[in-house]
C-alpha cells in the first residue's frame, strides 16, 4: 500500500455550515473544497466508528472514503491521464456493484489511516494528470459530485448511528405545512429534462415536452406536525390511506417498522419539513389529506415557474418510478443509472439540507427503494385541479 503520511482531518465543531457552502467554479479549486467539507464532516467521528458497519444498509463510512479513492483514480487518472490504476487489486473491492452494501461489513477494508493515505495518493496523481493533459470538464464535474453525494450518504449512516449531533436539529424549522396550501398551475406542454450544454447526468437527458394536465401542488413540504398528526389519529393503521404496495409493506414491517427510523425525527420540530419518510408513508401522508404524491413532470414543471418554497430542506418523494426519458443514452457508462430503470425505485426531486446546490439541480433525479428511510426524505402533495 501507499506509505505516505495521510493529511489528517481537521476537527470541527459544527460542520453544518458547510453541507451547501458555495464552491468556486475552477474545477481544481471545487475539488479541493469538496475534500475539505469531506474530511470536516467526518472529522469528530472516532476511528471504530468510521472502521465499523453502522446499520446493515449502510457501507462502513470507511468503505466510502477508499470508494470516493478509487473512483478519481478510476475517472480521473486512469481514464483521464492513461495512468494504471494506483491499486487495481483493490478495483473489485471498492465498486459499488462488485461488493453490494450487504457484504462490507464482512470485508477486510483498508484502515482509517490507509483510506486517507489513497485519498491524498490519487489526488496527487491527478494533479500530476492535470499538469500534463489539462482539465476535462466532464470527467471533472463527474468526480466532485460524486464526493458530494457519497457524503450526503455518509451522513444517513451517521445519523443512524447517532454520531452526527450537529445534525440533529436539521433540517432546521422550516414552516413546513401541516395543511397544505396549494397553487393551481395551468399544466399544458411543458419542460423536463436538462439542456444539451453544460454538465448532467444522463438520466437528466435528452429535455423533453411532456403534456401535463392541470393540477395543484403544495407550496411548501408536509411538516413533521402533519405526520405526528397522522400518526396520532391512527393513519398507520387505517387502510384506507395505504396503496396495496404500501399497506403490504406496513402489514409485514408491523411495529418493527418504526425502529427503522432515524432516532433524531422523533426530535425535529413540528415546524420542521416532515423527514426520514420513505415513499409508501409519503404516499400514504398525501392521501389521508385527499391528495396525492406529483409526478416528477409536475415537481419540476412548478418548480420552473417558481411555484415552489422550501426546495433543498429534504428531498420529495414523487409519484414516479424511475425510468430512462424517451431517447436515453448512457454515459459515460451504464451502471449510473440505467441498470435501476424500471425496477420499483421510487424517484425523489429538490435536495435536502445535507444535498449540495452543486448536485440538486431543477433537473436533478435522485431515487431509491420506496421503503428506505434512512434518506432525508419527506412529501410535497399535489392533485387534480380542482
Excluded at 27 to 46: F, G, H, K, S, Y
Excluded at 74 to 93: D, I, N, Q, T, V
Amino acid at each position: 500500500m501507499h506509505q505516505a503520511e495521510p493529511t489528517a482531518p481537521t476537527r470541527r465543531a459544527d460542520p453544518a455550515p458547510l453541507l451547501r457552502a458555495a464552491l468556486p467554479d475552477e474545477p481544481l479549486a471545487a475539488a479541493r473544497a469538496v475534500r475539505a467539507r469531506t474530511r470536516a464532516l467526518v472529522a469528530d467521528v472516532d476511528r471504530a466508528d468510521l472502521e465499523r458497519q453502522i446499520d446493515a444498509r449502510m457501507s462502513p463510512l470507511v468503505w466510502d472514503l477508499a470508494h470516493i479513492a478509487a473512483y478519481e483514480d478510476l475517472w480521473l487518472a486512469h481514464r483521464h491521464g492513461g495512468l494504471p490504476l494506483l491499486h487495481p487489486e483493490l478495483a473489485a473491492l471498492y465498486d459499488a456493484f462488485e461488493t453490494p452494501r450487504t457484504v462490507r461489513g464482512d470485508l477486510e477494508l483498508l484502515d482509517v489511516p490507509a483510506a486517507w493515505a489513497y485519498l491524498d495518493a490519487v489526488r496527487a496523481r491527478v494533479d500530476e494528470v492535470v499538469a500534463r493533459r489539462g482539465v476535462d470538464p466532464t470527467l471533472h464535474e463527474l468526480v466532485l459530485r460524486h464526493e458530494l453525494q457519497h457524503t450526503e450518504t455518509m451522513l444517513q449512516a451517521m445519523r443512524l448511528g447517532g454520531l452526527a449531533p450537529w445534525s440533529d436539529r436539521l433540517p432546521a424549522p422550516a414552516r413546513g405545512d401541516e395543511r397544505p396550501r396549494l397553487v393551481e398551475l395551468a399544466g399544458g406542454r411543458t419542460r423536463q429534462g436538462a439542456d444539451a450544454a453544460g454538465f448532467a447526468y444522463d438520466n437528466e437527458r435528452p429535455a423533453h415536452e411532456p403534456q401535463l394536465g392541470p393540477f395543484r401542488i403544495a407550496r411548501r413540504p408536509l411538516s413533521m406536525a402533519a405526520w405526528r398528526t397522522f400518526v396520532a389519529a391512527g393513519g398507520e393503521r387505517d387502510r384506507r390511506w395505504w396503496s396495496a404496495e404500501g399497506w403490504a409493506w406496513r402489514r409485514e414491517a408491523g411495529e418493527a417498522a418504526d425502529d427503522r427510523r432515524p432516532a433524531v425525527a422523533a426530535d425535529l420540530d413540528d415546524d420542521a419539513p416532515a423527514c426520514h419518510l420513505n415513499w409508501f408513508e409519503a404516499e400514504a401522508l398525501a392521501a389521508s389529506l385527499g391528495l396525492r404524491l406529483p409526478t416528477e413532470a409536475e415537481w419540476e414543471h412548478a418548480a420552473r415557474a417558481g411555484a415552489l418554497e422550501e426546495v433543498g430542506a429534504v428531498w420529495e418523494w414523487t409519484a414516479t418510478t424511475f425510468h430512462g426519458y424517451p431517447g436515453f443514452r448512457a454515459h459515460p457508462y451504464r451502471e449510473y443509472s440505467e441498470v435501476f430503470f424500471d425496477r420499483g425505485y421510487r424517484v425523489l426531486r429538490g435536495g435536502s439540507f445535507a444535498a449540495h446546490p452543486r448536485v440538486a439541480t431543477t433537473t436533478f433525479r435522485n431515487w431509491d427503494r420506496p421503503q428506505r428511510r434512512q434518506l432525508f426524505g419527506g412529501a410535497r402533495p399535489a392533485g387534480d385541479a380542482a
